[in-house]
T-cell receptor, first 111, second 114 residues
Framework: EAAVTQSPRSKVAVTGGKVTLSCHQT?????MYWYRQDTGHGLRLIHY???????EKGDIPDGYKASRPSQENFSLILELASLSQTAVYFC??????????FGKGTRLTVV | KTQVEQSPQSLVVRQGENCVLQ??????????LRWFKQDTGKGLVSLTV?????DKTSNGRYSATLDKDAKHSTLHITATLLDDTATYIC?????????????FGAGTQLIVIP
C-alpha cells in the first residue's frame, strides 16, 4: 500500500528559528508536494517537485524553501519561522494518474 | 478567490441517519473531482473520484454524483456511523495528470452523535 510518512508529527518552534519538516515516500512516485492547512481554509500548495534535485514554487512559497535530495525524500524548510506559519502541513505524492496519497500531517506551532 | 465552495460548513446528525454534502466549484478545466475524508489529526483518505460529465460512484455507504455542467458534486452518506465523524473535503483537479493543480475546498465537518 502507498505510504507517505511525515516527521515530526508535531513541533513547537520559536519565532525566528529554523524548522525542517521531512517527508518520505515508499511509493516510487516522481511527484511530491507540500501543502499547509489552516482552519476554515482549503489546503494550499507551498512547493512541489517533479524529480530529485529540483523543486518548484507553489501558490504560497514566501517564507518557505524546499529540498528534494532523492526521489523518496522531500523537505520543507522555514529559515526564519514566524507566527503566521503556525498551521498543519501535509506532504503528498502522486504518479501520472489522478491518484494522490497524503501523509498524516505535521502540526507546527510557532511561539 | 475560493474556487471550491463546500456546504454546509458543519453538520450534526444522529447515528443511522443519512446526510448529503455539497460541493460547488468554478475551477476550469475540471478534469476530475475527488472526495476525501479527514479524521481529526490525520491525513486525507480518498473516498471516491468522479471523472465524467454525469458520473455517479458508490463506495459502500458513500455515494457521489458529479454534474460538470453545473460544476456541482454531492456526497451522500447512508446510515451514518459514529466513525463517520470527520471533515469531508472536496478537491477538483484541473488536469488528468500529476502536472495538474488540485483545488481544495475548506471541508464540511460532520459530527455523528449517538
Amino acid at each position: 500500500e502507498a505510504a507517505v510518512t511525515q516527521s515530526p508529527r508535531s513541533k513547537v518552534a520559536v519565532t525566528g528559528g529554523k524548522v525542517t519538516l521531512s517527508c518520505h515516500q515508499t511509493n516510487n512516485h516522481d511527484y511530491m508536494y507540500w501543502y499547509r492547512q489552516d482552519t476554515g481554509h482549503g489546503l494550499r500548495l507551498i512547493h512541489y517537485s517533479y524529480v530529485a534535485d529540483s523543486t518548484e514554487k507553489g501558490d504560497i512559497p514566501d517564507g518557505y524553501k524546499a529540498s528534494r535530495p532523492s526521489q523518496e525524500n522531500f523537505s520543507l524548510i522555514l529559515e526564519l519561522a514566524s507566527l503566521s506559519q503556525t498551521a498543519v502541513y501535509f506532504c503528498a505524492s502522486t504518479t501520472e494518474n489522478t491518484e494522490v496519497f497524503f501523509g498524516k500531517g505535521t502540526r507546527l506551532t510557532v511561539v | 478567490k475560493t474556487q471550491v465552495e463546500q456546504s454546509p460548513q458543519s453538520l450534526v446528525v444522529r447515528q443511522g441517519e443519512n446526510c448529503v454534502l455539497q460541493c460547488n466549484y468554478s475551477v476550469t478545466p475540471d478534469n476530475h473531482l475527488r472526495w476525501f475524508k479527514q479524521d481529526t489529526g490525520k491525513g486525507l483518505v480518498s473516498l471516491t473520484v468522479l471523472v465524467h460529465e454525469n458520473d455517479k460512484t458508490s463506495n459502500g455507504r458513500y455515494s457521489a454524483t458529479l454534474d460538470k455542467d453545473a460544476k456541482h458534486s454531492t456526497l451522500h452518506i447512508t446510515a451514518t456511523l459514529l466513525d463517520d465523524t470527520a471533515t469531508y473535503i472536496c478537491v477538483v483537479g484541473d488536469r488528468g495528470s500529476a502536472l495538474g493543480r488540485l483545488h481544495f475546498g475548506a471541508g464540511t465537518q460532520l459530527i455523528v452523535i449517538p
